[in-house]
Each structure stands twice: as C-alpha cells, then as structure tokens.
C-alpha cells in the first residue's frame, strides 16, 4: 500500500494589511519533508507514525505552510498547488492521499481556498480515490469539502496540542478504507454561530463540554471520526464560523444524526457567547495590583498566530504610562533589532519601536534604553506547544532594558514574525518569566500551553488590531449576516 503525504497550510486573515506570498512560505521536499516532522508534533509526524503502525509506504511530497497574515496572492496559491500536483504526477502509483490543511487558507481568487485545492485532487484523482484530510481547529468549513474529502478530521483542542493523534486517526482511516475495511460517510452541520475566539479554548466552557461530547462519540461502535471546529472569524468568507463533522462506517444517516445533535448542544449554549473582555489600561492595572506574578497578558488584538502584524504597541504604550515594573514584551521590529546590534551590547539606544507594519496596531513609540544582550534567535521546543512545532527561528533579536537602573521593563525586538507559542521564546535570550511580573504574550489562547505553567494568573485583554476580539458585522463582506451574534 502506497500513501502520498502533503501539507498545505495557512491561517488567512482578511483584515491583515499585509498580503501572503510565495516568500513568506517555509517548503519542505519530498526528500526533507520526513526528517523535518518526524520528531514534531504535527499531524505529518501523525502520518509517518502512522505508516509505521499500519504497514503502508509512505511516498512523501511536500509541505508548505507560512505564519499567519492577509490572504495568499493568486501566484502563491498557484505555484504551491501546482507544485503538490507535479508530485503527485511523478509520485508513480498511489493507493491514497494524506493531506494536512488548516481550513482557513483564503486565496485573493478563492474564499475557501483548502476547498479549491480538495477539488482540484479530487478531480485529478476521481471519486473514489482515498483522500483524508487533516485539519486545524480554526478550520470554516464549505459543505464542497466535506463531499469530496474521502473524510475529515480536525484537532479537538485549543491550544492544539494532539495534532499528532489526529494525524495517526487520519492514518488508520486512510489505511482501513484501501484495505476495504470501512467505507467512510460524512455529515456536516454548521449552526448559524460565529463562536467567537474568545471562546475557543477546548478546557472551559462552552466549548469543553461540546468537545467531550465529541470525544464521547467517537467511542461508539460504527463512527470513525466526530470534530468540532471553532471556525476562524477573522476570515471573511462565506462559511465563516464553527462546524460539526461526524465521519460514519457505511451509515450516512448515523453521522447526520449525530452531527445534527451536536449541533444543537452547541446552538443550545449560544447565549453563553457574549463577551466582556478588558481594554489595555485596566487590564495592566490589575496585572500591577496582582499579589501573585508574574501575570501574563494576552494581547488579542495583536494575536501573530492569527494574523496580526506582531509590532502593536497598545500595550506597550499602556505599562509605561502607568509605570509598571519587571515587564517583558516581544515585538517584531528588524530595524530596532539591527539598530541594538550595530550599537553593541551595554550601549544606550534611542530607539523607534512597533507600530510600523499599518496604522492598525498602534503608533509607533520612542523608547530609551540599554542593549542587554544580542542573539541569532533559535530555539528548540521539546514540549508539547501549540502547533507542535520542534525549532523555531526569530531572528537576530536584541533585549532591551528599558527605563535606566531602577528597570522599568524588558523589550525583545525580534527579525521574524514569531509567535508565542514557546516559552523558550524568552528564555532563549536569557529571560527567565518566573522573575518577572508582566508577560505579554501577542495571542489569545494558544499561548497558554506555553504560559500557564510559567504564570500565577493569565488576563485577556481586548486590543484593538488585525484580530481584535469584535468586529461589527459591517465589516464582513461574505461571511453569513444571520449569524445569531450578528442579529
Ligand atoms: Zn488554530
């Protein structure tokens, strides 16, 4: 038995300034792609532990996956597709099809551009060839793609941290339909929700309970798969908002039963989805009144893994107003960070810091201080994170002590756009957070498998920015105006 592996991956945000290219993609061959993930937690980590546990070949394409930003330009989306079908041309003969995408991937000519890419393999392949697809729990899913993906399977927590077992799960299913052992039928609901990412984190209401329901089902004899995914507000498109997939054994009427009952356990709670979330100044104020630290901050607004620009300074503005003390903040700044190299460690810097990528995260804010120290900006997460990544690059980063000898706070000035997903973030230029009393972390809830072992208390708190946490209906171009929130 023959499997091809393939990732294609992007969290697209419609309301980011800055477009997705070819350049901002990381591209793993079909010769790097099984070094590259096999020690990892990802879902292809899941595939080739997966091969190994069902007996098949593994025949390995390419992945290609970049942080999330605005929509993908037609010449990204295009050579990227193009590039997953040239292999498969070349890949000999193949018995299916494992394929890791997020599910919120928008392309300048696609709205659901993951749908698109099923359809063109679906096409290429024919109807009956085994394709399982993988999918992030931000995922808005068309009813296209659940038709013409042999099934679907999405992560069941946020953060995500069990990408490996749902790529196992897609494994197993791949291998048990080409032997002939089960004939997967799908159903899918959508209830008219927009679920707002505020409420997305799998361990508390509302949506643990939904999740265990899920978890539940999954064990009952004659379902293969049942996933919820939360959706991803920040894409403008017409499938916007939470889904419901329940994969069956030959029984269309089982997973439509059960995904039309789930459905209505998540329309059930629709009440519990308002939000109250506070804004930068009360929240740093009670960060400072804390009695335990370090408190971390998640700043929405600015949420990188969602496609914010990573450069806000609402924040930052907000602590040095009311002077608060022993804080560290990340910010996605190359020129500062070269400016702190060519000035040298220990030398005083009068720096221009964030706000530099659109006028949508804040102005940008002179701050004096001191090079503390200068890194190439590696690290290595050998836990299980969000996003099961192992090695991470932020570029030449400088710390900065800000606010002369009784030290007000420390800056990280980073080179690449790097989310908060490790904690090694910081401590990898020396930073040790349980000596600190404010974290930012530019997120909103992946962030806390990171930092809640690190942190006495985590606050949210409603930034404005590419992913502030409400956007009037307004706004929307394509997304459904009958979402109940939106009534
Ligand atoms: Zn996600």
Redesign the pocket.
Known sequence: MRIAIAGFSH?SNSFASQPTTLENFGVHTADQLISHYQDTFSEIAGYIAGAREQGFELVPLISASATPAGPLTRQAYEELVGRLLAGLEQAGPLDGLLLALHGAMVAEHFPHADAETVHRLRTHFGPTFPIVVTH???ANLPPSLVEEATALIIYKT?P?IDQRERGLQAASIIARTVRGEIRPLSALVKPELLFNIYHHNTSRPPMQPLMQAAIELEKTPGILACSIAGGYQYADVPHMGPSIVVVADGDQALAQREAARLGEMMWARREELKTAVPGPAAAVQAAMASEHFPVTLLDFGDNI?GGSAGDSTFLLAELLRQGAQGWVMTIWDPASAQQCSQAGIGAQVALRVGGKTDTLHGPTLSVHGRVRTLHEGSYEERERRHGGGRYFNQGLTAVVDVGGPERRGLLVLNSVRSYPNSIHQITCVGIQPQHQQILVAKGAV?PRAAYEPVSARLIEVDTPGATTIGRAPAEYKLARKTLYEWR
Do not use: M
């Open positions: 969290e992030d729990y931000h946020n995500h893994g992946a």
